[in-house]
């Protein structure tokens, strides 16, 4: 039985009753433990029964569930909804030198959306990890204290991909390429060089799949086109080059029609991965849209380009033409879909 994957269960009871990720040391104290003897146990992945016991006895949570994962129907739409996802806080001077051994590093543990990961093509979190970006090396892919998902299967080398790779000089995020027996650690800001190291002095730990945003309380995936694997790009339409002619916009519903409106400064909550613009918060009859020409969705829907998977779908007329305008009121997948449409102008 494995300390951490108890405490993760019990650490979502606390977070329903506080509406927030408990830090350990507020574990320890729903379970009446020191912060020390907390951290003692748990390096010594040594579960504290007894005071899970009474824990589970108070908030009326079954200790099937808490101990061995059986499903509390309090907490079962929670579990379907989401992964619990390992992310690397702190790794210690001493895994620097070639080793990447558990006992070398902190972590902590966030929520990552099933839903947005299946996208993705994943069934399950296996080998999934989390870290967070130091620096500004692989600006502007990747900017400092972003959090990145790695997927730890897939360190196989490629000259296409970002991998995180533990190298006698430390943990580097870094594009490479293999010469003979050297090994070229690549950033994709110019200001950086790049740093030649021999081939056994480089651990590819795991291919970088995107950035992970903030939604709430949990996590989302935000695949980005120029971290993604070159190889896996859609193969390319057998006709004459294809101009892919959508915008985005903000729209709101107002007496039954759809309106674009002007976001608000206070509003803004982010920026997009892509393009860098401003991205905002939406409010009540406000969702996010993608807006083309209905030719141009026909013929990519027809070549097996694209199939959007959309919200909601309304036909609105400008001028000569019909455009389709597809709503989101989740963000998310807005930019999932829109994400593809940037992939698919970057291969033309």
């Not at 730990?205 to 120029?226: A, F, T, W, Y």
């Amino acid at each position: 039985m494995d300390f951490n994957e108890v405490m993760d269960r019990v650490s979502l009871v606390i977070e329903k009753k506080l509406g927030m990720k408990p830090k350990d040391n507020v574990i320890a104290k729903y379970l009446d433990i020191s912060p020390t003897n907390y951290a003692n146990l748990k390096n010594r992945n040594s579960i504290p029964y007894k005071e899970i016991v009474y824990f589970s006895a108070n908030y009326k949570i079954s200790t099937n569930w808490i101990f061995f994962g059986q499903k509390c129907s309090s907490l079962v739409e929670e579990e379907e909804k989401y992964y619990s996802l390992k992310v690397i806080d702190r790794i210690n001077a001493s895994c620097g030198g070639g080793g990447f051994e558990d006992d070398n590093i902190e972590y902590s543990y966030i929520k990552l959306n099933k839903e947005t990961l299946e996208k993705l093509g994943y069934s399950n979190s296996n080998g999934l990890e989390a870290i967070k970006v130091v620096g500004d090396s692989m600006y502007p892919i990747l900017k400092d204290k972003e959090l990145i998902l790695i997927d730890k299967n897939k360190n196989n080398y490629n000259s296409n991909s970002v991998f995180l790779v533990n190298t006698t000089n430390g943990l580097f995020v870094k594009r490479l390429k293999i010469n003979g027996d050297k090994i070229d650690l690549i950033s994709d800001n110019k200001e950086y060089s790049n740093l030649t190291l021999c081939v056994d002095e480089v651990n590819i730990l795991g291919r970088v799949l995107g950035i992970l945003e903030s939604n709430e309380h949990n996590k989302d995936i935000l695949d980005k086109n120029n971290i993604a694997n070159k190889e896996e790009k859609t193969e390319e339409i057998k006709e004459d080059k294809l101009k892919i002619d959508f915008y985005t916009a903000y729209v709101k519903l107002v007496n039954d029609k759809y309106k674009i409106f002007t976001p608000k400064k206070d509003m803004q909550d982010g920026y997009d991965s892509d393009t860098d613009e401003p991205l905002y918060a939406l409010e009540d009859n406000q969702l996010h849209a993608i807006i083309m020409k209905c030719d141009t969705y026909d013929t990519l829907y027809n070549n097996k380009k694209l199939d959007i998977e959309h919200h909601g779908c309304v036909t609105v007329s400008e001028k000569e033409y019909d455009n389709y305008m597809f709503l989101f009121d989740d963000f998310y997948s807005f930019h999932y879909e829109r994400s593809k449409l940037y992939r698919l102008i970057d291969e033309y």
